[in-house]
Each structure stands twice: as structure tokens, then as C-alpha cells.
């Protein structure tokens, strides 16, 4: 049960394709209260009467009517646009198209939401620097997203077309065909012939006009019928792609989503350092220092009347500057451990080794030290990773491996103890791996109940 | 987490300097302070003094309950001695606990202490009377007559305003033209009668005459153009007063 983080299968591209839908696959539907029953019937028996199917053949059939607006829409007001371009007013009308196209993204996503269950983002706002019509309009003539809408507008409508035209061909088919039994009798009454014309030359005809041919008739629309929501799906599967390649978010300013959220992280992770050096400080040296002062005040003040009282409370603020000493050191070393930069991971982790209340073993096989802020990072997730086993695992040894393989640094501990641990679960865990993505790095937890615990974790070399 | 012990302390034997002279003029403290090491160096502190630490507590919540239980008992202390951060959040429980005890108890005196001193903490403290309220910097503990002076002042209902913080107020007023008028020697006594002092306080302090600091102090209230007041806390209120408006 191996829980992976990073970017490639973290939260990060969650924004992108929606609750984890695959854009162009079909399975992105939320299945109408189906969820994972059993079924009684298999997937292809039962899709022409399930919500998801009539959904998507909905989809395509609204398709037609929206595209033609769409289209004309887009057309009318770009031509009209370009050809008065030669005057000034060609660019507020160009505007206009995009702005349009615009909020025609906004309802077709709405659409493909509805009834697609396809989870598209809202692309990027239009930035502009100054407020004001003239600034607006040079935004919305600027931005990418403002020329994909418009592209959209104009590549759906073939589409929409000829996906409208195959949906309801089969779909008719399908039903009347396999309905054929219950009105076939329409034919010798009416119109004067057995049933369906299947060939006609003038001289003879095939009539469909007897009970075999009327039930292979209806087994042929039963064929159809079941086809029909297969097709629909591949059909919608074309607007999948172009909803969320044209309306949606570019893949840069989705990266820059994603950055600007390890960003967010970098800097709480900076804040929530400095708060916890301030509070460590607060409550530890400082106040010994202060517990000191007070001591020697008063041994001051008993000097001349009580030496001997003066002379233990001299020799207890003794004891109180050798334990502020000492938890000033600690503290330092929980900055930034001065052996790291001095002599790098192999010795800056064998000290923290040493610390651990489990015996580990530590190997570290590096040719040439990474950057500083990686190894930094290395340094603290395995000094994490060991103070969990101290405290929590129970486990009896455990070992620490630092390699490089192309490049990135991995480190990889083990440990023998109860096993059990979870990143989700608001751990020590969850803030190493956030750490860890916002420099791109990931980070596995494979930790079984029973053990034993294995966690990999795989840097950048260098950024 | 509430941590609470009682102790008393027989005031037969020799004291040091600042303790009091009579028996009469021994004051009862209540401590709140998280750290354990503070609130007993503070509890030998005050009892080597001859004063009386009636309770010492470790949070704000606590603080609030005994002294309310102690008034209920009607054995009210006279001055209460807290940290201001404090558990559960550590940030400003002890100014907050202070101004509710203020409040609640009009005749106790509070003295808060702390590592860093903000004058917007002295500002709230000192919100409508500056009788019996003290902020100063945990540091001053290290002075220890001068420290349970200012513990003593308070349960008297002083002030004892730590100088840091008066140097916050005169450096940030805006009547920088007007204390630009100060001689050097003014300006020192405008600092010491901020922090609460009285004039003899002062003139001990500075090793001049009782008349010296007189004739100083009427001089600044001439040039800041207070009204002299005759009673050193509402003077105190009336220079914070003058250096924030």
C-alpha cells in the first residue's frame, strides 16, 4: 500500500482534470448513485438505459443547436471585426467577439459539467495593470485564453454537426429497428407492401415481411441500440478533448497555479520555522537566562550578609548557564547543524544516528555533495523521519541509504517497528512530503500494519 | 494543566532591603507563569523578601479562578504577578487575563511581565487608570530590590512602567517638538516619572535634592502645559496621556 506524493500524483494536477477524471477518458462520470453496485447485467447490456448514456447522448444533441449560435456568433462578429480593422473601430468589436466567446466558455463548461462530469478550471483571468475600457480591451486582445474560446467557437460547430448526425441516426435506428415487431403491421395496412423495402428494382423487391425477418430486424436495432451509448461516448469524448484543451486553464498558467501553491507552502514552512525558533528561544534559553539573572541579583544582594547562601546560589546559576549553553546548542543545531555544511550528509547523518534511541545504520554513497538547500532538505527529512522512529515505531534497528541515481538524491529509511504510518493522517508525514513537493521532490510511504516501515524519499540533485 | 500550591512564609528572621518594615506592609502575591523555573526563582525572590506568595499558577484560566476564589474567600491579594504569554496559545493571555482582572477587581494590582515589552500592551494595561498596574521586561527581576520595589509600588497602587517602554512612548510621540524643549535633565525625570515613580524615588535615583526634582517636575508640567496633579499615579495617566495623544 505504497501512497505516493509529488507533483506527477499529488494534489497538484487535481485542479487540472477535475477530482482525478482523465480528460479524454470516459470513466470521469459520477455515475448517477450507481457507485460500484453489483449489476445483474454486464457494462454493455446495461449502458443503453443508464443516466450517464442518456446524459452524454443529451450532451450531443444540445451540441447542435449551441454550435450553430457559437459559430454564427463567432463568425458574424470577427469578420465584421477584422474587416473594419482598417478603422478604429475593428478592435472594440474583436473585443467584443473574444469577450463573448468568453462567456460562452463559461456556460459550455457548465455544460460539459453537467453532463459530461468533466471538471474543467476556469482559465486564466484577464490581468490588467490599469483599470479602465482601453486596458480591458488590450487584455482580452492579449490573452491566449480569449483566442482558444474563439477557436473553440468555430472548431465545435463541424463537430457538433456531425456528432449530432451519428447520434440520432443510431439512436433512431437502434430503437425503431428492434421496435419493428410491435409495428409492422403499419406496412400491409397503409402502405400497401409486407414491411421495410430492404432492395427494390422496379421488378421485385425484398420486403422484411415475415416473422424471421422481422425478428432478425429487430435483433439488428437491438444491436444498434446497445452500439448507440458506445458511440455517443467516443463522440463526446471529441468535446472532452476540445472543452478542456480550449476552455480550460494553458498548461502554463496551470504550472504557475501549481507553483504559486509551493510557493504558499515555502513560505508558511519558513514562517512556522521562524515562529518555532522564536517560541524555543522564548521558553528555553531565555528563560534560563532570565531564572540566571534573577540567581545572581540575589546572590549579589546576600554577599555581605550570607555568604553561604550567596555561594549556592553562585554555583546554582552555574548549572543554569551550562543548561542554557547546552540548549542554545541544541537549538542551533536545529537551524542548521554546522557539521552539514562543514563535512555534508555522511557526517551531518551519522550524528543524528548517533541521537536516535533505535541503533541505525547509516550508508551514504555520494561521489560529490548536492547543492546546499537539497542537502538541507535531505538532512531534515531523515532527522524527522529518525525522531518518528524514536518515538513512535518501537522498532529495534532501523537504516538510513542516501544514493544519487541520474539526478536525483534519494534517501530511503527503514526501520524493523509496528509500521502503520500514513500520510494522510495530519502527520509529521504530510509536512515532510509538502516540503518536499514544493521543491519538486517526492516523497513514499509503504508502512504496513506489523512493519516494517519504508520511506523513499527522492530529491531534485540540483535546482 | 492547573498547577496550584499555597505557601506562607514566617517573617521572623532577617531580611534583605525592600522587604517591609512591618509586618503590616507585607504584600500577598499570586504568580501565573508557565515556566516552572520562573515561578519558583519569583517565589524565593519575593519570600526571601518577606512577602507573601499566596499561590502561584501556570496558565491564565487558572489565574482567573483562583484569584476568583480568593475573593469569594474575601483574602483577596493585593498584587498579581504574570507572564504574559502563557498556555494554551502562548501569545498575550497574561494582558488579556490582567485588563479582566483589572476590571473585575479595581483594588488589585497587576503587574505583568514579559520577555519583549509592546507599548500596545502598556497602552491596553493602562487603559483608563494607571492605579496599581505594572508592565516590565522580565529581565528586571535580575535587579532584585528594584524589582520588588516595583512589585511592592504596585500593590500599593503605583505604576511601575518598565523604562523601555517609556522609551518607546517619548521616542514615537508625536510632541517631539515640545520634548525637544526638555533640558537633558527634564527629559530623564519625564522617563522616571512615566516609568511611576515619586519624587523621592527620583530624587534617590538620580542623587539629588527631594526640592531639585520638584522644581523639575513643575517645570515640565509649565512647558508640556499639564496641570500639576498631586498624586503620582494620576500624574503618571496624565504624562502617558500627553505622550500618546
Redesign the interface.
Known amino acids: 500500500m505504497a501512497t505516493q506524493y509529488g507533483p506527477q500524483y499529488g494534489q497538484g494536477y487535481g485542479s487540472q482534470y477535475g477530482q482525478g477524471y482523465g480528460p479524454y477518458s470516459g470513466d470521469g462520470f459520477h455515475d448517477g448513485g450507481t457507485g460500484r453496485r453489483r449489476h445483474l447485467l454486464p457494462a454493455g447490456l446495461r449502458a443503453p438505459f443508464e443516466a450517464r448514456s442518456w446524459r452524454e447522448f443529451g450532451y450531443v444533441l444540445l451540441s447542435l443547436p449551441i454550435g450553430i449560435m457559437l459559430f454564427t456568433y463567432a463568425v458574424t462578429m470577427v469578420s465584421l471585426g477584422a474587416g473594419m480593422l482598417v478603422t478604429f473601430l475593428g478592435i472594440p468589436v474583436l473585443a467584443a467577439a473574444l469577450a463573448g466567446c468568453r462567456l460562452f466558455g463559461v456556460l459550455e463548461r457548465a455544460r460539459a459539467r453537467g453532463l459530461l462530469g468533466l471538471e474543467v478550471a476556469e482559465p486564466e483571468p484577464l490581468r490588467t495593470k490599469k483599470p479602465g475600457v482601453l486596458a480591458w480591451t488590450g487584455a482580452l486582445l492579449k490573452s491566449g485564453s480569449s483566442w482558444r474560446a474563439l477557436l473553440y467557437a468555430v472548431l465545435q460547430f463541424p463537430w457538433a454537426v456531425f456528432s449530432f448526425s451519428v447520434a440520432l441516426t443510431f439512436w433512431a435506428l437502434g430503437w425503431g429497428l428492434l421496435t419493428y415487431p410491435l409495428w409492422f403491421w403499419v406496412f400491409p395496412m397503409w402502405a400497401g407492401q409486407g414491411g421495410i423495402q430492404l432492395y427494390g428494382d422496379g421488378h421485385h423487391g425484398i420486403y422484411l415481411d415475415n416473422p424471421f425477418e422481422i425478428t432478425v430486424t429487430a435483433l439488428v436495432g437491438l444491436l444498434f441500440t446497445l452500439a448507440t451509448p458506445w458511440i455517443v461516448r467516443a463522440l463526446t469524448t471529441v468535446d472532452r478533448v476540445l472543452v478542456h484543451g480550449l476552455l480550460g486553464p494553458s498548461r502554463l498558467s496551470a504550472r504557475v497555479v501549481e507553483l504559486e501553491s509551493d510557493r504558499g507552502v515555502v513560505v508558511d514552512t519558513a514562517a512556522a520555522d521562524l515562529r518555532r525558533i522564536e517560541?524555543d528561544l522564548?521558553?528555553g534559553a531565555?528563560?534560563?537566562l532570565?531564572?540566571l539573572?534573577?540567581?545572581?541579583?540575589?546572590a549579589?544582594?546576600?554577599l555581605a550578609?550570607d555568604p553561604r547562601a550567596a555561594a549556592r546560589m553562585v554555583d546554582e546559576a552555574h548549572g543554569e548557564v551550562k543548561t542554557a549553553l547546552q540548549e542554545l546548542r541544541d537549538l542551533a543545531r536545529g537551524i542548521h547543524p554546522a557539521v552539514l555544511t562543514d563535512r555534508g550528509l555522511d557526517a551531518a547523518l551519522s550524528a543524528v544516528a548517533s541521537r536516535c534511541t533505535v541503533p541505525v545504520r547509516v550508508e551514504v554513497d555520494l561521489v560529490e555533495r548536492p547543492a546546499p538547500a537539497i542537502e538541507g532538505i535531505a538532512y531534515f527529512t531523515v532527522s524527522e523521519l529518525l525522531q518518528n522512529i524514536s518515538k513512535h515505531s518501537g522498532a529495534r534497528s532501523a537504516s538510513v541509504d542516501v544514493w544519487r541515481t541520474e539526478n536525483r538524491l534519494m534517501l530511503q529509511v527503514v526501520d524493523d517497528g509496528a509500521g502503520g504510518a500514513d500520510l494522510s493522517r495530519g502527520s509529521g508525514l504530510a509536512g515532510l512530503a509538502e516540503r518536499l513537493d514544493a521543491v519538486d521532490g517526492i516523497l513514499v510511504v509503504d508502512s504496513p500494519a506489523g512493519g516494517p516501515t519504508r520511506v523513499t524519499a527522492e530529491l531534485p540533485w540540483r535546482r | 494543566m492547573l498547577e496550584c500550591w499555597t505557601m506562607s512564609y514566617a517573617t521572623t528572621d532577617e531580611r534583605g532591603c525592600g522587604g517591609p518594615r512591618n509586618v503590616e506592609d507585607r504584600v500577598r502575591v499570586v504568580i501565573a507563569e508557565d515556566s516552572v523555573l520562573l515561578r519558583e526563582g519569583l517565589t524565593r525572590l519575593l519570600t526571601d523578601r518577606g512577602h507573601e506568595v499566596v499561590a502561584g499558577v501556570g496558565d491564565a484560566e487558572a489565574l482567573i479562578k483562583t484569584i476568583t476564589e480568593l475573593h469569594d474567600q474575601s483574602a483577596l491579594p493585593d498584587v498579581v504577578v504574570a507572564d504574559v504569554r502563557m498556555p494554551p496559545t502562548h501569545t498575550d493571555e497574561g494582558v488579556r487575563a490582567a485588563v479582566q482582572l483589572r476590571r473585575a477587581h479595581p483594588g488589585l494590582g497587576v503587574l505583568v511581565l514579559s520577555q519583549y515589552v509592546e507599548e500596545r500592551y502598556a497602552t491596553e494595561l493602562l487603559a483608563g487608570s494607571s492605579r496599581g498596574v505594572g508592565y516590565l521586561l522580565k529581565d528586571r527581576v535580575a535587579e532584585v530590590r528594584e524589582f520588588v520595589d516595583a512589585v511592592v509600588r504596585v500593590a500599593e497602587g503605583g505604576t511601575a512602567l518598565d523604562p523601555e517602554v517609556v522609551a518607546q512612548l517619548l521616542g514615537r510621540s508625536r510632541k517631539q517638538d515640545v520634548l525637544a524643549g526638555l533640558t537633558p535633565r527634564e527629559r530623564e525625570v519625564l522617563g522616571l516619572m512615566a516609568e511611576g515613580r515619586t519624587n523621592s524615588a527620583i530624587a534617590r535615583q538620580l542623587v539629588v535634592s527631594h526640592g531639585a526634582v520638584e522644581k523639575h517636575v513643575s517645570n515640565i508640567f509649565l512647558k508640556l502645559g499639564l496641570s500639576p496633579s498631586d498624586g503620582d499615579h494620576r500624574r503618571v495617566l496624565a504624562v502617558l496621556t500627553y505622550l500618546n495623544s
Open positions: 517560541r522564548h521558553d531565555q528563560a534560563r532570565v531564572a539573572a534573577m540567581d545572581l541579583g540575589l549579589k544582594e546576600k550578609e
